[in-house]
């Protein structure tokens, strides 16, 4: 299974854990998700002051500036692998 079938396969598998996992798993998820997906964060687009989420999102998101799309695919999937031996799936 080639690296992006196995990235896809983690992507999916982790809409289907049994609960929801930490906020910080949770910021983890997205920030290499984003990475893998999108790239390098635009300080231009951070979300305003008002917007918590937004912020904390694009702020962990943004602390992966630099890594490579197959090192935040690999750290992805081996985040929800850890996820899923914790938490199990449905």
């Not at 854990?17 to 998820?29: A, C, R, Y």
């Not at 937004?54 to 890594?67: H, L, P, Q, T, V």
Request: aromatic share 8%; net charge neutral.
């Amino acid at each position: 299974m080639s690296l992006q079938e196995q990235f896809d396969q983690a992507a999916a598998n982790v809409r289907n854990l049994k609960s929801l996992p930490s906020d910080g798993d949770l910021l983890e998820l997205y920030a290499l998700f984003k990475q893998a997906t999108t790239g390098d964060a635009d300080p231009a687009n951070r979300p305003g002051m008002f917007d918590l989420k937004g912020k904390a999102k694009f702020d962990a998101w943004s602390k992966k500036n630099g890594m490579s799309k197959e090192d935040a695919q690999k750290a992805y999937i081996a985040k929800v692998e850890s996820l899923i031996a914790s938490i199990g799936l449905q």
